[in-house]
């Protein structure tokens, strides 16, 4: 039987490197997007390179709705070895989707959802994108979002320090497959040519140093998405990796933030994640 690969945001950038790379290592791959005519070029380019045919399923991971349609179809198929949770957004206004903050949703509830609900059918590993930005992150998880003003970087920061607690705790209650999280460190894509280079969407304290900060940021997403790929394609390639490893940007296992660790982040992350996204949808008027 072919070893089947899923790869969420496929269509270009990192998703789309990754992607090629989990053909070159075998896998049919299924790339996910928004856009049917990028998917339709990521498609032909993993193609041309000569591996098992890869293929294009069209959804708009914003969508809590439509991640449990990709969802249902990717089950109805039967097993899959590997899913790539690749997707993220960063927003410099604050957005929401359904009523919820717009980055919460893409960076943590979306994998967090697809996730769940493809745990029946996955037979080898989940990998979670994560990012360095969760060092600038509030760890307190009441509610979405925490009290004070709207900063893109530092929410975008929070919700991946919120999926990465998933990832960690994910991994630690259950064994049916290997869990771990990849940091790619940063690339130049459509992320980097627009919203990172506003200073609105850093704290007032960093829009102080904001020349400062904007050179550290074009630094570190000056590097070709090839070489960001390449964390993602060894967590989900290596199964000599045990479940619970953070690989870095070097494509080296490294320490998870000690923040993500913490069982009472971990826990509040899991109330907060059922609450906005339960498995089985809630009919309208029916308050969950």
Known sequence: MARKAVVTAGTGGIGLETALGLAQAGFTVTVVGRNAERG?????????GGAEPARFL??????????????????AEGELEVLVNNVGAMFADRTEFDGVEASFVVNHLSPYLLTELLLPVLTGRVVN????????????????EPPGG????????????????????????????AVLAA???????????GTMRTSKIVSPGLRLLWPLVRRTFERATSG???????????AATDTTLASGTVIGRRATPVSPHRMATDPRVQQAVRKLSERHAPLVPVPDGVSN
């Not at 940091?183 to 040519?193: E, Q, S, V």
């Not at 070709?224 to 060894?234: F, K, N, Q, W, Y």
Request: glycine content about 6%; hydrophobic content about 45%; aromatic content about 8%.
């Open 40 to 48: 339709a070029r990521a498609v032909q380019r993993i193609n041309a």
């Open 58 to 75: 069209q959804a708009d991971l914003a969508s809590l709705d439509e991640v449990r349609a990709l969802a249902e179809r990717i089950a």
């Open 129 to 144: 994108v994560t990012s360095g930005s969760v060092m600038v992150a509030k760890k307190v998880f009441d509610e979405v």
């Open 150 to 177: 709207y900063y893109g970087f530092h929410w975008y920061g929070r919700a991946k320090l919120a999926n990465l607690a998933y990832t960690l705790d994910l991994a630690q209650r259950q064994t049916k497959v």
């Open 183 to 193: 940091d790619p460190g940063g690339a130049d894509t459509t992320m980097t040519d």
């Open 224 to 234: 070709p998405a090839s070489v960001a790929a390449r964390p993602s394609i060894l």
